[in-house]
Every structure is written in C-alpha cells, then in structure tokens.
C-alpha cells in the first residue's frame, strides 16, 4: 500500500481528493450502523463516477458491495473509493475485499485501515496479493476518523465515545427551585435530542433521574425534527430503540419505571452484592460493578458496554451528580449543551454538581466545535480537553 499526500498527486489523479471526500460524505449518510462503522465507496472510472453506495445498517450490504452493484460490469479496471479499508473477514455478509476482486477493480483507495483485529491491514493484503494496486489518502484520515470516533475509540482503546447532553437556562439552571424543569428548551431542541438517542448505541441516565423525572429515554420518531429525504434514510433507526443503561448502586429501580416498559433492552449496573434471583422485567440484565469512591465506577461501565454489548458511542442523560461524576473522571469526550434564553433564578437546580475546586487549573477545559441556533434555543458541541 502506497500513502500518498495530496500534495504528491499528480495530474492523472488529481480528481482523487473530489471522489475521496464523496465517500466520506456517503459515510455519513445515515446517523449509525453500530456496532459496524459507517462507511461510503465510490467507484470512478475516466473521471466519471459510475457507482456509489453506503452502509445503511447491520446487516445489509456493505458500502463497496451496493456501489459495485451500481457500476455493473464497467467495474472492471475501474478505481475504487472506500472511506474505511474493506473488509477481509465474514460476518453478517461476505468480504469486501472479495467482491472488489471479483469485479476486476484495478485500484482502491482508502481514507484510513480499519482498527478490527480481523481486518487491521489484512483487507489491504488480500486485495494487493490479487493484483489491486492500493493507496491510502493520507489527508484524508482525519476526516475518515471522525466520522467513526466511537468504532476508532472501542477498536483502539476498549471504550465507546461518550457524548453528555445537558440542557440549561441563561443562568445555568435546570430546573426551578421546586424541581419543575418541562420544558427549559423548545420543540425544535427537543427534537435534536431524539435524533442524539436515534444516533446512539446506547443511553446512560443515573437512578435519581429515573426515580424523579421517571423517563421512557426511548426514540420518539414523532418527535424527530428532520426532513423527509433524512427520515427515510434512517427509517431502520428511528424504529430501533438504543440500548438503555441505568447506574444503580443500590439498586432501587421499580419494577414500575417507564424505562424498563418502554420496548428495547436494559442493563442496570450496580454495587448490590444481592443479584442473584433478582429480576425487574425480561429485557432487563443487571450486572454488579466495583466501586469507585463508593459509587458505581464509571470507567468498568464503559469498558463493558465497548467489549460486551459493542457500543460504538453511548448518550448520557441525566442529573447533575450523574453528569458531573462523568466530567470529573475525565470520561466525556464531547458536551452537547442546550441554552434557553430564560432565567430560572438563583435557587434553581444547578447543571452539574461539581465542588471541591481549589483554582482555576483544576479546572476541565472544553473548546467550543459548534455553535448553532435551534428554534429559539441555542446548541453548543464541545470537545473536552482541548
């Protein structure tokens, strides 16, 4: 495999960039195929695109497969585009690599090599020993990366990405003093939020939330503010439901909450020794932890929902001591924060609960990626430690 910069393109191959970034932005054309990365492929030959194609979701066709399907017999001698090295292994479908060689591909470039023990390079060497000249876009890694921050964070550091959804007045409050909270933020952020749930492989809320506010954390596609074009590319999602997850560490779930009778599966972590023969509904597991400063440790649940239930990227919803105890131990790599031009006043419930800060240094930084008007509310994406 050849790693070639932009800048060392030449003439012949300078429409590479153009098809390249095509297959990223396919990559992205449907908010999730978790536990899979999302990936896009385009297939160019003489300059034309004659073939492109996405990974819709688990189990149906991959990228390479539907473009090549596309492109028909002109495949042949053809260049292949694929945002994310092809697969050499079978699981729900077949090989990648094998198709591509099958269709008389001549050249496939790639924005990044997959992180997948049963891929990591061995896509590329399968295709190379078949003849298929490979290279690899090295400018366009970055941008590859991104799009699958979750499955690169679970492949490469046994952990999801953690993305924490807070929602707040001009005053940073969440509620009024009596604990009265809906709704802070209009329809339209409210709506955002079900497509974060629709996005994610699963939702974090802690035992006070669901013991207070008693939520379903489940996707409301009703409620979903997208297009028609964007519904009906993530028909699949908005009827699954997210795998939910409950920090309990004492284990105080009714039998009664609406998040267990809400459809979908439920994992309830806790320190309750007395597991054993205790069952809140048939979807629901509940799985004893260590502690961390006697409370559930946070990094085992992450690590469990990367290695056994092969969460790409989980959502977080809930309280302030939840929430805070997440930005504490360093375990958020994105804020999603929704500001409602309202004040709630000084005796309001507070966003986070995070004391004991001695200066500014100790301090967690965040840096602002994004800011967006949604209805008459703000969003800003924050990146932590940067």
């Known amino acids: 495999m050849k790693s070639v910069p932009n800048t060392q393109l030449g003439t012949l191959v300078a429409d590479w960039p153009i098809h390249m970034q095509r297959a990223i932005e396919l990559s992205s054309s449907v908010w999730t195929a978790t536990p899979n990365p999302r990936v896009g492929c385009v297939i160019a030959k003489h300059g034309a695109i004659i073939g492109e194609g996405w990974h819709a979701a688990p189990g149906q066709a991959h990228a390479e497969v539907v473009a090549l399907d596309k492109a028909g017999k002109s495949a042949k001698a053809a260049t292949a585009f694929v945002s994310l090295e092809p697969c050499s292994h079978t699981g729900r479908t077949g090989p990648c690599c094998e198709s591509l060689i099958a269709s008389g591909i001549q050249q496939v470039v790639i924005a990044a090599l997959d992180p997948n023990p049963a891929v990591a390079g061995s896509g590329v060497e399968q295709m190379e020993r078949a003849g298929i000249e490979v290279y690899h876009l090295v400018d366009f890694e970055q941008k590859a990366r991104s799009v699958n921050a979750g499955y690169f964070k679970r492949r490469e550091e046994g952990l999801p990405f953690v993305r924490l959804k807070l929602a707040m007045s001009l005053d940073g409050r969440t509620a009024l003093a009596d604990g009265r909270s809906k709704w802070i933020t209009g329809t339209a952020a409210r709506g955002d939020v ?193």
């Open 194 to 386: 079900q497509r974060l749930r629709a996005s994610a492989s699963a939702v974090i809320t802690g035992i006070n939330t669901v013991l207070i506010d008693d939520p379903f954390l489940t996707v409301r596609s009703s409620d979903l503010s997208i297009s028609d074009e964007e519904r009906k590319l993530n028909a699949t999602l908005i009827e699954r439901q997210p795998l939910r997850v409950i920090i309990d560490s004492q284990l105080q779930t009714p039998g009664t909450a609406r998040i267990l009778n809400s459809g979908g599966l439920v994992k309830v972590y806790t320190l309750n020794e007395d597991i054993i023969g205790k069952a809140l509904a048939d979807n629901v597991e509940i799985i004893q932890t260590g502690s961390c400063n006697k409370r559930v440790n946070l990094q085992f649940v992450l690590e469990s929902l990367a290695s056994d239930f092969s969460c790409n990227e989980v959502l977080i919803e809930a309280g302030p001591s939840l929430s805070g105890a997440f930005i504490e131990t360093g375990l958020v790599d994105e804020l999603i924060l929704y500001i409602a031009p309202k004040i709630l006043g000084s005796d309001g419930k507070p966003l986070l609960a995070i004391t004991g800060l001695q200066s500014l240094d100790e301090c967690q930084g965040f840096s602002v990626q994004k800011l967006t008007k949604i209805g008459e509310d703000i969003k800003l994406t924050l990146r932590a430690g940067q």
